[in-house]
């Protein structure tokens, strides 16, 4: 199988993945589109006052999709059942983000191989997976995450089978798991969470699962995704409850549905 210059994979990705390949482009403005246009223009000035005080720092995250390679039935290919994605909690003691869902990753180390190397690196160190086994399918356009100064690289992969993943080290890590795809997709599992934040109150789309409350710039990444690929179904964006409300929810009777 032959990779790009940059060392990516896209022709590894299976049929019910290509929708979302093909219009990886479309993510950052379905991410945008969920932001007030006043929170959006305070993240933006947060950014150039982080650039110019040389505060940006650079990382990346792993989206891994995991799930059949054979053939999918449907136009548009249909989702496997048994697909499912790559996800953490961050444990409570950490500086920044503690107790948040995220996907796999951290800063960039100076021998990393770009983005891919960063993300690939950081899944091994926290949830132990073989990246012998990873696709990297494509990046997507860097993001800016304040308060941590991140500037962050989604790196888009595929396994048809990552193996175990498990918590590696507790102080980092305190929740390791592969949820389906189509827990993100059921509308009993969605809702809207705010928070405010210095431009004012901002409320984003979230996820809420048996082990977790999937929000902010995770929730917004995952849920622009649903939309590009075509995988999203109605739900009720009226749900919407502040953050402190929503944790309390963590597994009082919801699930993956």
Request: hydrophobic share 45%.
């Amino acid at each position: 199988m032959s990779s790009t210059h940059d060392g990516l994979f896209p022709d590894a990705a299976p049929a019910w993945l290509k929708p979302l390949v093909d219009n990886l482009d479309r993510v950052p403005d379905a991410y945008r589109r969920r932001v007030p246009p006043d929170v959006l223009a305070g993240i933006v000035e947060a950014n150039n006052q982080a650039a110019r005080a040389g505060a940006l720092r650079d990382a990346a995250v792993l989206v891994l999709f995991s799930g059949p390679a054979g053939p999918s039935q449907g136009t548009p290919p249909l989702l496997p059942e048994d697909a499912d994605l790559l996800v953490t909690v961050r444990a409570s003691t950490l500086r920044h983000h503690a107790g948040q869902a995220a996907f796999p990753g951290g800063a960039t180390d100076p021998g990393d191989q770009g983005p891919v190397g960063t993300a690939f690196r950081e899944a091994w160190e926290e949830t132990g997976i073989d990246t012998s086994r990873l696709y990297p399918l494509a990046t997507l356009e860097k993001m800016f995450i304040p308060p941590s100064g991140f500037h962050v690289v989604p790196v888009l992969a595929y396994s048809p089978d990552p193996g175990q993943v498990a918590v590696v080290n507790e102080s980092e890590t305190a929740v390791v798991a592969r949820v389906p795809v189509r827990a993100f997709i059921n509308p009993e599992n969605r809702l809207m969470v705010y928070r405010d934040v210095n431009a004012g109150r901002f409320a984003g789309p979230a996820f809420l699962l048996n082990q977790m409350l999937v929000w902010g710039f995770t929730g917004q990444v995952i849920s622009a995704i649903l939309d590009v690929a075509g995988w999203a179904k109605p739900w009720n964006t009226d749900d919407v409850r502040g953050l402190d409300d929503a944790m309390a929810l963590v597994g009082h009777d919801n699930g993956y549905g």
